[in-house]
């Protein structure tokens, strides 16, 4: 009877363990579960409807009522073959790399110099916070102001100089460089905190065994510093070559995109093709966005592979 019972016994403690872990299961997917929705409902919808949104052929009437007749790839046909394409495109590429070589470099610099923990030093960190801080649309009011042709203060301080005034905003030839130098300024903080964030994960060891090894400033940051903030560096430059190319409100503010698309860039021309005219051109507007996605995720493949290789 005794054997019969311990038999019988036997099995609970696993059917116990297989049911803590279903339930273990069941907690984890609940857990998950407001992560997925938000991502099927802010990115993953979003991306589906623009993308049905380019292939085919939308009007406002047919954007409310949802009969769009279906269209393939003649939106993008049409995107490729007009004039504006070219142009906007060479403009993406330029401010996109432009303004992360300049956002880098200072941010790093920067972030070399508050290394030093000197007086002030949290301070000024927090005042170089600002651009980043505050709301686009302040930013980028501010800078038209500053450079505005006839009372903007940059052109007073190069009056200072002899220079005589610069249509920043007017010119075909200066627009771009002009919401680059904007955008550039903003960018700087990002850069300069996940910088100094992996500055600080250095430890001072490292330098210290260098320099007792005769290794000059130049060599421990060339072949010290830098190459340990590899990892940090890659996740800076990535982010911001993602949120470079997609940068709409400073250019929008500053220029609109002219003077006649001087400054355009696949940002804007989405945005005016889409919303930006009388008659809105849905489909090729959404084209255009696709294309801005393809791009982005182009270069940031292509930067995590050379990155893995070298």
Do not use: C
């Not at 790839?73 to 590429?93: M, R, S």
């Not at 904007?182 to 330098?207: D, K, M, R, T």
């Amino acid at each position: 009877m005794s054997d019969i019972t311990r038999t019988a016994v036997r099995p609970a403690p696993a059917l116990s363990r297989a049911g803590r872990a279903r339930s273990g299961q069941w907690a984890a997917w609940a857990f998950l579960a407001p992560i997925v929705l938000y991502l099927l409902v802010f990115y993953a919808y979003p991306l589906f409807r623009n993308v049905e949104l380019s292939l085919r052929h939308y009007t406002v009437r047919s954007f409310v009522q949802g009969d769009a007749p279906f269209a393939g790839f003649a939106n993008y046909a049409k995107v490729f073959a007009d004039a504006t394409f070219g142009p906007a495109l060479w403009h993406t590429v330029v401010f996109t790399l432009v303004s992360l070589a300049f956002q880098f470099v200072i941010g790093l610099a920067l972030a070399l110099f508050f290394l030093k923990n000197f007086r002030l030093s949290a301070t000024l960190r927090g005042l170089f916070l600002v651009p980043w801080l505050l709301p686009l649309i302040v930013s980028g009011s501010t800078w038209s102001w500053m450079l505005n042709s006839d009372s903007g203060v940059v052109n007073a301080v190069l009056a200072w100089f002899g220079i005589g005034p610069v249509n920043w905003l007017t010119s075909p030839d200066w627009s771009l460089w002009s919401v680059i130098i904007a955008n550039i300024w903003i960018g700087i903080p990002f850069n300069l905190v996940v910088l100094y964030s992996g500055l600080q994960a250095i430890s001072p060891a490292i330098h210290e065994a260098a320099a007792l090894d005769g290794a000059g400033g130049w060599q421990r940051f060339w072949k010290v510093t830098f190459p340990l903030l590899r990892p940090v560096s890659a996740i800076t430059l990535l982010l911001g070559l993602v949120y470079t190319l997609k940068v709409f409100d400073i250019i929008w503010i500053m220029t609109k995109g002219g003077p006649s698309g001087a400054s355009t860039t696949f940002a804007t021309w989405s945005y005016r093709l889409g919303f930006g005219n009388l008659v809105p051109s849905f489909g090729p507007g959404a084209a255009v966005g696709n294309l801005l996605i393809v791009m982005a995720l182009v270069f940031g493949l292509v930067y995590i592979r050379r990155r893995v290789v070298t």
